[in-house]
């Protein structure tokens, strides 16, 4: 039997591997697999195995999601850098791949406080920032601000 990934990448789900195959069938196109016996969609035990083994195939892409998204979470909890662009304004990656505080940007961010408790407008804000070389837009201090 191939291995449930290489189902997994062929059809999006247990059903789209049943629809696909059907749709197949009734254009005349034979779909051989060679370690469920030829033509799956020939004989009703190629088609119930075929069956059984999609929704295997889709049940182990469902647990990967499910394990890298408690990783996410569990690393998001510990402070850990996730990787993208860059972590997040006010901290560094460290070299264990925990974030470490950027003091610049720290500094940064209590002047953005101090500002915005004087009243200034996010946009003021940001242009300010942009002075010290802190490349923000509105948005981005505003977010920075709610965390």
Do not use: C, W
């Not at 629809?19 to 197949?24: D, F, G, K, R």
């Not at 647990?63 to 909890?77: C, N, P, S």
């Not at 010290?132 to 201090?141: A, I, K």
Request: aromatic content about 4%.
């Amino acid at each position: 039997m191939a291995p449930a990934s290489t189902r997994s990448r062929a059809f999006r789900s247990a059903l789209d591997a049943l629809q696909q195959t059907e749709a197949l069938r009734e254009r005349g196109v034979s779909l051989h697999l060679l370690d469920l016996g030829g033509d799956i969609a020939g004989n009703g035990l190629s088609r119930l195995f075929m069956t059984i083994a999609a929704a295997f195939a889709e049940l182990e892409r469902d647990r990967i999601r499910e394990r890298i998204t408690q990783v996410k979470r569990d690393q998001k909890a510990r402070h850990r850098f996730l990787g993208g662009t860059r972590p997040p304004f006010g901290f560094r990656a460290g070299d264990d791949g925990g974030l470490v505080a950027d003091e610049a940007e720290q500094a940064a961010i209590g002047k953005a406080k101090r500002m915005r408790g004087r009243g200034k407008s996010l946009r003021y804000i940001a242009g300010k920032l942009a002075l010290e070389g802190h490349r923000l837009n509105p948005e981005s201090v505003r977010r920075l601000l709610a965390r």
